[in-house]
């Protein structure tokens, strides 16, 4: 049974393997605990004492809020776990006047289902940053 928490409290790094799958450079457990900590918002998926999936926000809580980064484990994905994280933080932030994330536009079929809308954006990638601190 997959448990959600919004709170990262005895949240360890050794919890958070397995993440940033295909990423040529990906961050370290430890850094990634640091992204969920300094992000406003957080949803965790825990199968027992493992986090198998996990979606920030950053926001300015009163008009703005950005989805960075949406992930499950490919052992769990398929079961709802993600659209059930999205939900959840769609939830958290339904106060707020603009939410927007970015997405390749294969999963904007599965971010229409938890209520979003198809855009257009910009953005920049610094990739020899791409690991973070
Ligand atoms: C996207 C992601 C979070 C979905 O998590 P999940 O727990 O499998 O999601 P759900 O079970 O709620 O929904 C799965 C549905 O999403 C859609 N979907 C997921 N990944 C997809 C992809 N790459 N292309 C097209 N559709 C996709 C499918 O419709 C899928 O349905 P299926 O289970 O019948 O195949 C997960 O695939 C993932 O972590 N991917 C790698 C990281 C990523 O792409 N994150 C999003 C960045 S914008």
Known sequence: VIQYQTSLEG???????????????????ATHLEI??????????MDGSSVVGFVTAISDGILCAYIPLLE????????????ELMRRMLEMLHEIYMIDLLC????????????????????????TRQAGI
């Open 72 to 83: 499950v484990l490919p052992t769990h994905q398929h079961q709802g776990i993600g659209s």
């Open 36 to 45: 969920l900590k300094r992000a406003t918002h957080v949803v965790l998926a």
């Open 11 to 29: 949240i360890r790094a050794d919890q958070l393997e397995g993440f940033f799958v295909g990423w040529p450079n990906p961050p370290t457990a």
């Open 104 to 127: 390749d536009p294969d999963l904007q079929a599965f971010y229409s289902k938890v209520g979003m809308e198809e855009s257009t954006g910009m953005l920049v990638r610094n990739f």
